[in-house]
C-alpha cells in the first residue's frame, strides 16, 4: 500500500519545492507520517523539545561567558545574538505550530531550523565548534516527518550551508582552509542521515500500516464471530469454576427463558443444568440427560467442554433443542405408522365389523339375559373405539395439503358458534367474546373447523364433569406485543396437571380410558401446517385455556 503510492507522491513532492509555486499540492500532504496522527504529533513535540533544550543551551552556554573559553567564535556579537535568536524562535514556534495541517508548515519549521544553525555555525568558527553535529540531528529528524525529495532538500540545504559558509569564512580567516574535508563530511552525513532516517521511517510506517490492518482484520473478525454467535440457535455458555455466567449468547437467553446471564450464579437460575454438569464431571463419558429450563420450555440437550486458560478453568456448555429432532422423529414414526395402518386397515375393519354387527344382532336377541346384555354393549362400545383408533390413524396418513384462504375470524367464528350451538344439548354453553375490529388472517377454514370442534368438544366434556352444565369460552383478540390475531378455548373444568403439560400433545397419550390420545397432537399439527401454533396456558382460576396464535394474513405464503 505505501510502496505503491511512493513514485506519485514524490513527484508531487519535487514540484511543490519548485519556487514558482506557492501552494503545496494535495498528494505532497502524504508525504508527511501521518501529521493528525499520534504518532506524528509525538514526534514534532519531541523535536520542538529538542530544539527549546538546544536552544536554552546555548543561551546557558553565553550567559556564564563559558563561550569564550570552549569556542573559538569569529563573531561573537553575532553567535549571541543568534543563540537568543534560536531559542526566541523556537518558544514562539512550539506554541504557535502545534498541530500542523499542511506539510508547508513542517518543511518551513525545517528550513529555518537548518537556516538557524548554520548561521550559528559560521558564528561559532566553523566545524570545530561542534555546532555541525547538531544540524545532522536537525536533518534527521526533519526527514522523519518529510519523506522523499522533499526531505533530501533539508539535506541539501544543510550540506550547502556547511561547505558554503566554511568557504565564506576561510576568506577571513585562512586557518579555517583546513576544516573543508570536515566540512564535506558533515554534508555526506547529512545525506547519509536522511537517507537511513527516510528509509527506517518507510518501513516503520509499512510494519505500522500492517499492524492497523492486521488490527482492523482482528476486530473485524471479532465482531463477526460475535455476530455469529449471537445469531446461533445452539445456546454457548461459559461459566467459570463458581458457575458464574461469563459469556451467553442469545441462544442460550431464549432457551432458558431469561433476559439477562452475564455475571450471575446458574445455580438458583437453572439447577437442572448444574446438576447435569456435576454429573458430567464425575464421569465424563456419560452423555448427560436432556433437560427442561422452564415450563413449557423446549427440552434441551447440554454437553460440556473444558476450557483450561493457566491456572484458570472455565466450562464451556452447548444447548441443543433437541425438541424439534424429536418432533421430526415423532412425524417419521406416525407417518410409517399411517402407511401400516392403510396396508392393513381393511384386514382388520372386516373383522371388527363383524364383530360389531354380531354384538348389536346378540343385543337383539331375546333369550339374552341382562348381565350377557351387559357384555354385548361392552363388545360394541370397544369395537367402535377401535374404529375410532383406526379412523385417526387413517386420517394422519391421508391428511390433505392445507389451502390456507383468507378468513374474518370474527365473522368466521360468530357462524361456527351458531352451527356448533344447533348440534349440542341443554346442559352445554358456548360462549363467544370478540374485542377490536376486523381481524384476519390466512388458514384452511375445514382445517380450523376440525381443530375448533376438537377443543371445544374437549372443553365441554371436562367441564360438565365438574359443573352441571358444561360451558366453554372463545375469545377473540389482536395481540398486543406481535400484534398477532389469538383465539383461547377455555373452560372451568380441573385443567391439566403440571406433571402432565409436557405430553399433552403427545400423540396417543391420554388419561381416559375412552380416548385415543390424538385429538391434541392432530389439532397442533393443523394449526402448525396453517403457521398458526396451538399451546396450553394455566388459568388462575382454574379450567384449562388453549392459545391459538394465528399468522398475520400477509406473512403466510
Known amino acids: 500500500m505505501c510502496h505503491a503510492s511512493t513514485p506519485s507522491t514524490r513527484t508531487s513532492s519535487g514540484s511543490a519545492a519548485r519556487p514558482t509555486s506557492s501552494k503545496v499540492p494535495s498528494t505532497v500532504i502524504a508525504e508527511a507520517l501521518a501529521l493528525s496522527g499520534n504518532q506524528g504529533r509525538r514526534i514534532l513535540r519531541l523535536y520542538h523539545l529538542y530544539r527549546l533544550v538546544i536552544g536554552l543551551a546555548l543561551v546557558l552556554l553565553i550567559s556564564s561567558n563559558l563561550d569564550d573559553q570552549l569556542l573559538d567564535l569569529a563573531n561573537d556579537k553575532l553567535f549571541r545574538y543568534g543563540s537568543w535568536l534560536y531559542l526566541g524562535l523556537n518558544c514562539v514556534v512550539a506554541v504557535l505550530v502545534r498541530r500542523p495541517q499542511h506539510l508547508l508548515q513542517v518543511f518551513s519549521l ?230 401400516l395402518t392403510a396396508g392393513i386397515a381393511h384386514e382388520i375393519r372386516n373383522p371388527l365389523g363383524a364383530i360389531s354387527h354380531a354384538a348389536q344382532l346378540l343385543q337383539e336377541s331375546e333369550a339374552l339375559e341382562g348381565p350377557d346384555q351387559r357384555l354385548a354393549q361392552i363388545i360394541q362400545d370397544h369395537s367402535r373405539r377401535m374404529n375410532l383408533v383406526i ?72 367441564s360438565a364433569l365438574q359443573h352441571r352444565q358444561g360451558q366453554v369460552w372463545l375469545k377473540l383478540f389482536r395481540d398486543q406485543d406481535s400484534d398477532l390475531p389469538v383465539l383461547e378455548v377455555l373452560d372451568n373444568g380441573l385443567g391439566v396437571p403440571p406433571e402432565q403439560l409436557q405430553h399433552i400433545f403427545e400423540p396417543f397419550y391420554t388419561t381416559e380410558t375412552k380416548g385415543t390420545g390424538l385429538g391434541l397432537y392432530i389439532s397442533r399439527e393443523l394449526c402448525e401446517s396453517n403457521q398458526a401454533r396451538l399451546d396450553y396456558k394455566t388459568r388462575e382460576v382454574g379450567g384449562s385455556c388453549f392459545r391459538i396464535t394465528f399468522a398475520h394474513p400477509r406473512k403466510l405464503s
Open 391 to 462: 379412523e385417526n390413524v387413517l386420517q394422519l396418513s391421508r391428511r390433505r395439503q392445507a389451502e390456507p384462504q383468507l378468513l374474518d375470524l370474527k365473522y368466521w367464528l360468530h357462524r361456527f358458534a351458531s352451527e356448533f350451538r344447533s348440534s349440542t344439548t341443554a346442559n352445554q354453553l358456548l360462549h363467544l367474546e370478540t374485542t377490536g375490529s376486523t381481524i384476519q388472517t390466512r388458514m384452511d377454514p375445514h382445517q380450523l373447523t376440525q381443530v375448533l370442534t376438537n377443543l371445544v368438544q374437549n372443553g365441554l366434556r371436562y
Open 110 to 339: 525545517a528550513l529555518v531550523d537548518v537556516t538557524l544553525l548554520s548561521g550559528l555555525f559560521y558564528a561559532a568558527g566553523g566545524t570545530p565548534s561542534g555546532i555541525g553535529n547538531l544540524l545532522i540531528v536537525a536533518v534527521a529528524i526533519a526527514n522523519i516527518l518529510l519523506r522523499g525529495r522533499i526531505g533530501l532538500l533539508i539535506a541539501a540545504v544543510a550540506a550547502i550551508g556547511l561547505i558554503y559558509l566554511t568557504f565564506y569564512l576561510s576568506l577571513s580567516n585562512p586557518a579555517a582552509t583546513a576544516q573543508y574535508v570536515q566540512a564535506g563530511a558533515l554534508g555526506a552525513l547529512c545525506f547519509a542521515a536522511a537517507l537511513f532516517v527516510q528509509g527506517l521511517t518507510r518501513r516503520l510506517h509499512v510494519s505500522e500500516s500492517l499492524a492497523e490492518q492486521r488490527a482492523a482484520d482482528v476486530a473485524n473478525l471479532e465482531a463477526l464471530n460475535a455476530q455469529i454467535l449471537q445469531r446461533m440457535r445452539t445456546g454457548i455458555l461459559v461459566m467459570d469454576a463458581q458457575h458464574r455466567v461469563l459469556l451467553a449468547n442469545q441462544g442460550t437467553l431464549s432457551l432458558l427463558g431469561r433476559t439477562e446471564l452475564a455475571g450471575k450464579i446458574l445455580d438458583p437460575l437453572c439447577p437442572e443444568l448444574v446438576k447435569r454438569l456435576q454429573q458430567w464431571l464425575h464421569n465424563p463419558t456419560l452423555r448427560p440427560a436432556s433437560l427442561q429450563a422452564f415450563p413449557d420450555g423446549p427440552v434441551l440437550q447440554p454437553s460440556f467442554v473444558t476450557l483450561q486458560r493457566g491456572e484458570q478453568r472455565h466450562t464451556l456448555v452447548f444447548l441443543d433443542d433437541i425438541s424439534q429432532i424429536a418432533q421430526q422423529a415423532q412425524q417419521l414414526k406416525l407417518a410409517s405408522l399411517g402407511r
